[in-house]
């Protein structure tokens, strides 16, 4: 999957630093390409002038499912339990969406455990 990129905005320098120091991944894009924005602690690799600064764009739940089936949450919009089920494909029908577990389940809503979650779920905690 090709890489998608988004604007992100920061209020200031500080708040742009803030981003990458903890962490965050922020780029510019020259001469064609993105470039990754670095903090050194001082400075920047790159002229702040710049105004657009951009994120890689996260993929969506479809997106993902698109490529490979993922261990999810799922329930439905009735009830209050949330069951582990492995989402297999996504359906679109007059503006609801719904969600195909691998054991042929239909559900209303869906959302992908944390990499802490599987890792439970994995070792039966």
Known sequence: MKEKYELIKFDSWQE????VIDGGEVYVYFNDE???????GMQFNWNLT??????KKQPSLEEL??????LCW???NH???????????IINNNNTRNFISRDGEIWD???TLTDDEIKQFLSGE
Do not use: M
């Open 34 to 40: 993105y470039k990754l924005v670095k903090f050194n």
């Open 109 to 111: 809503n869906a959302q």
């Open 16 to 19: 742009l630093a803030k981003y």
């Open 50 to 55: 710049i105004n657009d600064f951009y994120t």
């Open 74 to 76: 799922v329930w439905d």
């Open 79 to 89: 009830e209050e339990y949330h069951y582990i089920r492995i989402i297999t494909a």
């Open 65 to 70: 499912i698109a490529i490979k089936p993922r």
